[in-house]
């Protein structure tokens, strides 16, 4: 695995672009060789994706949900797991627990002024 790749998952209903840009640049930064892998939800991943995109970076894309569906985006690696998570939602949590499992580190984020 050459390329830094980054899972990106979260909530459908994720609104804080701010918060994306914010924490990709922190965890990410600026680095030539990133790879975006997302599964091309609404909210958070396709925020990230965009983000990306914007910068240059790479992005690959792995539509659906359920087992399958986080199983690829889990099974080619990752060097880190970003999760935009909302207080009350379950959206993005699978993954989140697939990237532990496989020994992905895993970073969470919350929206502003929520826990």
Same mark, same amino acid.
């Given at each position: 695995?050459?390329?830094?790749?980054?899972?990106?998952?979260?909530?459908?209903?994720?609104?804080?672009?701010?918060?994306?840009?914010?924490?990709?640049?922190?965890?990410?930064?600026?680095?030539?060789?990133?790879?975006?892998?997302?599964?091309?939800?609404?909210? @958070? #991943?396709?925020? &990230?994706?965009?983000?990306? /995109?914007? =910068?240059?970076?790479?992005?690959?894309?792995?539509?659906?949900?359920?087992?399958?569906?986080?199983?690829?985006?889990?099974?080619?690696?990752?060097?880190?797991?970003?999760?935009?998570?909302?207080?009350?939602?379950?959206?993005?949590?699978?993954?989140?627990? @697939? #990237?532990?499992? &496989?020994?992905?580190?895993? /970073?969470? =984020?919350?929206?502003?002024?929520?826990?």
């Amino acid at each position: 695995m050459s390329d830094f790749r980054v899972i990106v998952t979260g909530s459908r209903t994720w609104s804080e672009r701010e918060t994306v840009v914010s924490a990709m640049r922190h965890y990410i930064g600026r680095r030539a060789d990133v790879v975006v892998v997302h599964n091309g939800w609404p909210g @958070a #991943a396709e925020m &990230a994706a965009e983000t990306a /995109r914007a =910068v240059g970076d790479d992005i690959e894309e792995h539509p659906g949900s359920g087992a399958f569906a986080v199983a690829k985006l889990i099974n080619d690696g990752a060097h880190l797991c970003l999760g935009f998570m909302e207080p009350g939602r379950d959206d993005g949590w699978d993954v989140l627990r @697939a #990237a532990c499992d &496989a020994g992905i580190p895993v /970073r969470t =984020v919350t929206p502003r002024g929520k826990s």
